[in-house]
C-alpha cells in the first residue's frame, strides 16, 4: 500500500507538544507525596490485590495507615484504578501491532468522528496522538491475521477521513509493563 502524503499541520503539532509539556510541568511533582507513599505504589504495581497488611510490613506501616494513604493517593487521582492484567495468549489474541495513521483532513468533525470510531473498536486497547510524520499510534489487538485485516480495512480505512495507514506486527515481547516509573526524591 502506498502511503498519501498529508500536508503536515505545524502549528496543529507546536501546539500538542506545548500542551505535554505544560502537562509534565504540572504533574512533574506532586509535593504531598513522599517516599513511603511511591513505596506503597510500588508495592501496587507489582500486585493491586496484596493486603494492606503485606504491604505494610514492606513499607514499615500499620495496615491502617496504609490504607489511608492509598484512600488519599486515590482521591487526589495518583491511583486512577486497581484492574486485573489479562493474558492475551489464553484469551486468544494471538495478533498485536503497532499502526499509524496520517489522516486526510484536520477538519474539526473529521477528527471528531475519527475519535468516536477509534473508542467504539475493542481490539484498538491504546490510541496516542502524535507529533512526527504520523498522526496517531494504535495499539492493537486481534484473534489472527484475518481479523487483524478486516480491522484495518473496514474500521479505519473506507470512511474518508484516514489517508494513510502503516503497520507493525509484533513478533516478541522484549519487555512489558504496566508499571510507571516511580523517581525517588530521596
Known amino acids: 500500500m502506498q502511503a498519501v502524503q498529508c500536508p503536515r499541520n505545524i502549528d496543529r503539532e507546536n501546539e500538542i507538544a506545548r500542551m505535554y509539556i505544560a502537562y509534565f510541568v504540572r504533574n512533574a511533582h506532586n509535593p504531598r507525596m513522599d517516599a513511603t507513599d511511591r513505596r506503597i505504589l510500588e508495592q501496587l504495581q507489582t500486585d493491586a490485590a496484596r493486603?494492606?497488611?503485606?504491604?505494610?510490613d514492606v513499607v514499615h506501616l500499620s495496615p491502617s495507615q496504609v490504607s489511608r494513604r492509598i484512600q488519599r493517593m486515590q482521591a487526589e487521582g495518583v491511583i486512577r484504578a486497581q484492574v486485573a492484567l489479562l493474558n492475551p495468549?489464553?484469551?486468544g489474541l494471538q495478533v498485536e501491532a503497532y499502526v499509524t495513521v496520517k489522516l486526510a483532513s484536520f477538519a474539526r468533525?473529521?477528527?471528531e468522528a475519527f475519535h468516536h470510531r477509534i473508542t467504539t473498536l475493542p481490539e484498538v486497547v491504546e490510541c496516542c496522538s502524535m507529533t512526527g510524520d504520523s498522526d496517531y499510534l494504535l495499539r492493537v489487538m486481534t484473534t489472527d491475521l484475518k481479523a487483524f485485516n478486516r480491522l484495518i480495512n473496514r474500521h479505519l480505512l473506507g470512511h474518508g477521513d484516514v489517508a494513510a495507514v502503516r503497520s507493525s506486527i509484533v513478533l516478541d515481547r522484549?519487555?512489558?509493563?504496566?508499571a510507571l516509573p516511580l523517581h525517588r526524591a530521596d
Open 109 to 111: 468533525a473529521e477528527v
Open 174 to 178: 522484549i519487555k512489558r509493563t504496566s
Open 51 to 56: 493486603s494492606h497488611a503485606d504491604i505494610g
Open 89 to 91: 495468549e489464553a484469551l
